[in-house]
């Protein structure tokens, strides 16, 4: 229940129903409120309720007026609607009852006329059948009216045409109109090939071909007799004749083909006109090369080879200048030159096919095959423009059985001569070691002998055809890599105790020449194309983490990258323990100088002129014989690792062990500060312009022990005020700022307290 109060009276809400006291109460306490001095707004309220009532009243009348009138109306309507829905009913049965009498009348027609319809078709399908053995009998007759007449142009146009008939036909299941198209077809084929391969060979034989011998010992070919032009007219007309037969004799001719797991990539037949030219040439190379003939042997595919390479080199000139303006007259998009050399490496794809089997387990003769076939390839590509889409020896080399049996055998070879280049004499000595400008890396012979062979692998097989055996290749090279570290790996543990022996250095030039030629032949376009292989193929199979294939994807990694690490490592961890094996010398020799009498050293003043402290020669002097030695045995970018490593080792070694252990008068401050910045740094400045930068332990250690005695007491105060936390003067620099103003930015402000507390020379304070 809800109230509000009036006057002092309270009324009070009925929420459950609609209560008129309660909206009156509201709308007086709303209107008038509290306030007596407002009950003279009463007539005006009661005057506009009044009209408000009024304007009510006149609503409730219009509309008791208008809905009965509405409500008349709608069922009005609805009467008129289902009498017309009525009528319509009436008249759909009537309707349907007259379509299902028609139906009945007219089924007896509808089946005759089915079967007049069914007879027309037929007729129709007869006639056309009809049209079409008309139309190939009126072709067949036009080509003999044009061979009667001697039109053999015309005839084999027409042939030409009808052969296109039949391809349009292949789709038909009229086997037996089939069969008379393709007949009639091949018969007048026949006919026409016969007659113009015989012109044709006349006219070749009066041109001399095929050409045998080199080019200029051509009896004809190019060169022009008095009837070359009647010759020539003849050989550009019974081309193109030939050339209109080429669609029909794809109809009859089924291409030679190789077994299918030789993977050939799909090419058009050979020109029909290019096929009889290479008749003779055929002839040749299959009675050389087949059969008992003594140029047939298993040991010399140079032969066939060289042949072939021969015969292309030598019809070149005449392809180019005579056949291919035919071609290109005739509107035809076929390159001379490469149809020919197409076809006769077809030649020798089928003999490599057939002569593999026979050699594939004798090492000998395979590796001689592969050899000559790659030599073959290279000549192909770069001297006769051949192109890589189309049919080469690679594909007969990428079957299965004979890819396998090349992996093993390149691998095997390979093994054999790391084997030799190791064990040879001049395995650890450059080759260019007396050409200073040459010998830059100083790489043994043997690693420069490795990295050889893998570049010659690499122009093996880089002209395969597919990825995945390039890929398959690029394992092996991996393969080969590992095994070669190990047995550089093998032979420095050989020479651990001499790591500063020649045999040694000379290993840790191999490793860093290895390790930089890789990674040089990672920008390569050859194997970045692998690596984005390689990407293709492992997303497929999902054995590389995410990470990993986002590495290679983005190219920050490269497919040499475990190679370059595990070399890297190894390079690293010889470098160690070189520095390590100097390093050790330079502490023993560096002994007498801990013990020098740093506290009774005469002063600068003392002494007339500053000399090196005879406690420092002996390690100075090993420090100066060992950087020599090794700036002559190791290459300059190890070499240079190797003394910034070592710089960082003494600069700690005599900073914590020398320094920090002694303390130090004026005279022992400055023969210190003399030793290091006009003997110690000035060795390792032959390599750099500010050796004193490697050493900065010292030198900061120098600054701070020579300070002169106001510019120590101020520094010790603002180390000391700082250390206490004590706020600083208005003048006062910061610690850190007071010691870089000095040139002290590495040592720590608790190791320069350390120092200034070594000083001896600190004067009397009362303190």
Known sequence: MASIAVGKKEVTRDLDHCDIPYYVSEFVERELGNDYDSLGKLDSLIEKLSENKKHLEEQVLTVSSEVPKRIQNALKNAEDSKKSLSQLLEEEAALSESINRHLLEAEPWMEDLDVLI???????????????????????????????????????????????????????????????????????????????????????????????????????????????????????????????????????????????????PPSPPVILPMQIMLNPLQKRFKYHFTGNKQTNVLNKPEWYLTQVLMWIGNHSKFLDDKIQPILDKAGSSVNAGLEFSRALVMLVLEKLAADIPCLLYDDTLFCHLVDEVLLFERELYSVHGYLSSLPSCMH??????????????????????????????????????????????????????????????????????????????????????????????????????????????????????????????????????????????????????????????????????????????????????????????????????????????????????????????????????????????????????????????????????????????????????????????????????RPENYFKHIKEACIILNLNIGSALLLKDVLQSASENEPLKPSQPSATAALNELGVYKLAQRDVEILLSLRANWPNTGK
């Open 118 to 264: 069914g007879q027309v078709e037929e007729i129709e399908r007869h006639l056309a059948y009809l049209q079409w053995i008309s139309r190939i009998e009126e072709l067949s007759d036009s080509i003999q009216q044009y061979l009667m007449t001697n039109n053999v142009p015309e005839a084999a146009s027409t042939l030409a045409f009808m052969a296109e008939l039949d391809i349009k036909l292949q789709d038909s299941s009229c086997s037996h109109l089939l069969a008379f198209v393709r007949s009639t077809v091949k018969f007048w084929h026949k006919i026409l090939k016969d007659k113009l391969t015989s012109d044709f060979e006349e006219v070749l034989t009066q041109l001399r071909w095929p050409f045998v011998g080199p080019p200029q010992s051509q009896a004809f070919g190019l060169a022009a007799p008095a009837n070359a032009p009647e010759v020539y007219s003849n050989l550009e007309m019974l081309f193109c004749q030939l050339l209109k037969l080429q669609t029909s004799d794809e109809l009859l001719t089924k291409p030679k083909q190789l077994p299918e797991k030789y993977p050939l």
């Open 396 to 689: 007969i080399l990428s079957e299965e059985s004979c890819f396998q049996r090349w992996l093993t055998v390149e691998k095997k070879f390979a093994l054999q001569k790391m084997d030799s280049m190791l064990s040879s004499e001049a395995a650890w000595v450059s080759q260019y070691k007396d050409i200073t400008d040459v010998d830059e890396m100083k790489v043994p012979d043997c690693a420069e002998t490795f990295m050889t062979l893998l570049l010659v692998i690499t122009d093996r097989y880089k002209n395969l055809p597919t990825a995945s055996r390039k890929l398959q290749f690029l394992g092996l090279q991996k393969e080969l890599v590992d095994d070669f570290r190990i047995r550089l790996t093998q032979v420095m543990k050989e020479e651990t105790r001499a790591s500063l022996g020649f045999r040694y250095c000379a290993i840790l030039n191999a490793v860093n020449y290895i390790a930089t030629v890789l990674a040089d032949w990672a920008d390569n376009v050859f194997f970045l194309q692998l690596q984005q292989a390689e990407l293709e193929v492992r997303a497929e199979s999902d054995s590389m983490s995410q990470l990993q294939l986002g590495q290679l994807a983005s190219m920050e990694s490269s497919v040499f990258d475990d190679m370059i690490n595990l070399l890297e490592r190894l390079k690293h961890d010889m470098l160690t323990r070189q520095v390590d094996h100097v390093f050790r010398e330079v502490k023993d020799a560096a002994k007498l100088y801990r013990k020098e009498r740093w506290l009774s050293l005469p002063s600068q003043a003392e002494q007339a002129v500053m000399s090196l402290s005879s406690a420092a020669c002996p390690m100075l002097q090993t420090l100066r014989d060992r950087l020599l030695q090794l700036e002559q045995q190791l290459c300059h970018s190890l070499f240079k690792i190797f003394w910034q490593m070592l710089a960082e080792k003494v600069d700690l070694h005599i900073y914590q062990e020398i320094i920090m252990a002694n303390h130090f008068n004026e005279g022992g401050a400055a023969q210190l500060h003399f030793d290091m910045s006009r003997n110690l740094f000035p060795l390792f400045s032959h390599y750099c312009k």
